[in-house]
């Protein structure tokens, strides 16, 4: 845990659980990770158009954000909602990283090597399925095609079943300095309902050895809505999560679309909270992890206030991509590996579904490029106005018109009149020079990013609920 006269830091935003209000507004929607969404994304856009986004992006000079998604996991876990390979054959791995090599060095010639990488993310299925020596030697790919920055921030997502001895220490030594850690519940009985079966102490031991191995930063992720959760069993886990002391804990909420997620048919609709009980989990986990110093970054989003998102959040610097929360705004992202989505300016671009095509694609040596869109100007100013909203809790109208050229009473009226509505219930506050959404609106914060949404009444069916 960082320590510090926290005394010093400025106040971060607040917020209020007020149920009646999340009762009425408790519907499905983007989670805003991009702007337009992946549902916008067509097969128009492929690999020219992704080697002329490239190409204009060297002209910008901005730095580089590299992920690699590494899907395989050992047992799959009912809930989850990811692209991923569930094999207990550790040598699945070794085919689909000497196609992600190749990818690596594809996509690096498209940029100049002039560019810094100050983001590195591996993210999953399960990036510690690889072996020690995987990792190493992915690493080392990385460094010799790209120029990773000194001061860069390495993160990586981990599974503590698959973090055995040296595992943590050696990611420290390949250069990861940031930690994610799945927890989802420590209840035994949830655990075997969602076929997650994971001891405390082999997770609390993977935080400890982050520590002494001198990450940054650990993060650690929780879900509620999950098989046999109550107010109470649930309230344990959060209680020793804050007695462990990441500086980050994310609370998902826990979306049962059976119909489109086969996993989540093992599990059964009547062991899952009442939707009451669900809302009176959130509201007893925001108070404990509040009462623990944690602030509200934002969606599911908690960090101690000396933590980098909550300094980027009151500095009016945070940003949000496929990731989540980040503190790298201005930087492009090349994103490796089957499914991931990455961003070039104007342009956002998505890889090949599976494992199948990926390989032919760079068996064939093309990029894994599939579909993406160019956005409009239109899609821009959108995009802007919903990222202020959900990384500030803000917008001043000035500064959107100084930077798009419009009258924003005028090209939004259409909006500004729903939002009347959400001022009179409480949600925001709107004013003659901006909007300020109230603390009992920022868990309601994607229910405001819709009004802006120019594409979500034909979309609508693609999303999980808010809350």
């Known amino acids: 845990m960082h320590t510090g006269d926290r005394a010093l830091i400025p106040e971060s935003p607040t917020v209020r659980f007020d149920a009646e209000l999340i009762r009425r507004y408790d519907r499905a929607g983007p989670r805003y990770t991009s702007y337009p969404t992946a549902v916008q994304f067509h097969e128009g856009f492929g690999e020219v158009e992704y080697r002329a986004a490239a190409a204009r992006s060297n002209t910008q000079g901005r730095a580089l954000s590299l992920y690699f998604h590494l899907p395989f996991c050992n047992t799959v876990c009912y809930y989850c909602a990811c692209n991923k390979i569930v094999t207990k054959d550790r040598s699945r791995a070794a085919p689909y990283l000497a196609r992600l090599h190749r990818e690596i060095a594809l996509q690096a010639r498209l940029f100049d090597a002039g560019r810094q990488v100050e983001q590195l993310h591996w993210g999953g299925g399960t990036p510690t399925f690889l072996s020690h020596a995987e990792m190493a030697a992915l690493m080392t790919a990385t460094r010799e095609h790209f120029a990773l920055a000194e001061d860069g921030e390495y993160s990586i997502e981990v599974d503590p079943r698959e973090a055995g001895p040296g595992t ?50 650990v993060s650690v992720d929780l879900i509620y809505g999950l098989p046999f959760q109550s107010v109470a069993n649930f309230a344990a886990t959060v209680d020793r999560i ?11 909420n826990y979306a049962h679309l059976p119909e489109r997620f086969k996993p989540q048919r093992r599990i059964a609709a009547e062991d899952l909270p009442s939707p009451a009980e669900k809302l009176a989990i959130l509201e007893d986990t925001i108070g404990r992890l509040t009462a623990a110093g944690y602030v509200y970054i934002g969606m599911d989003h908690f960090a101690r206030p000396d933590d980098e998102l909550a300094v980027a959040q009151r500095a009016g610097t945070l940003y949000r991509n496929f990731q989540g929360y980040s503190t790298h705004a201005e930087c492009d992202l090349v994103a490796m590996g089957v499914t991931a989505i990455g961003s070039l300016g104007d342009v956002y671009a998505q890889n090949v579904r599976t494992e199948a095509e990926y390989f032919a694609r760079l068996d064939d040596d093309r990029l894994a490029v599939f579909r993406g869109v160019v956005l409009s100007e239109d899609d821009r100013l959108r995009r802007a106005v919903i990222s202020a909203l959900i990384c500030r809790f803000r917008l001043d109208f000035a500064t959107v018109e100084a930077e798009y050229g419009i009258v924003f009473r005028d090209y939004f009226a259409a909006e500004l009149a729903v939002l009347a509505g959400m001022r009179e219930d409480g949600l925001l506050d709107l004013t003659a020079v901006g909007i300020e959404v109230t603390s009992a609106g920022r868990l309601l914060i994607r229910n405001i990013c819709m009004v802006f949404d120019a594409y979500l009444t034909a979309a609508r069916a693609a999303y999980s609920r808010a809350i």
Request: aromatic share 6%; hydrophobic share 45%.
């Open 168 to 217: 943590i220490e050696l990611l420290g030594e390949l250069g990861f300095n940031r930690l994610s850690l799945g927890v989802q519940d420590f209840d035994e009985r949830v655990q075997r309902a969602v076929n997650r079966i994971q001891g405390e102490a082999e997770t609390l031991g993977v935080i400890e050895r982050a520590r002494a191995s001198g990450f940054r930063s």
């Open 242 to 252: 804050v007695a462990a002391g990441p500086d980050r804990v994310s609370v998902f």
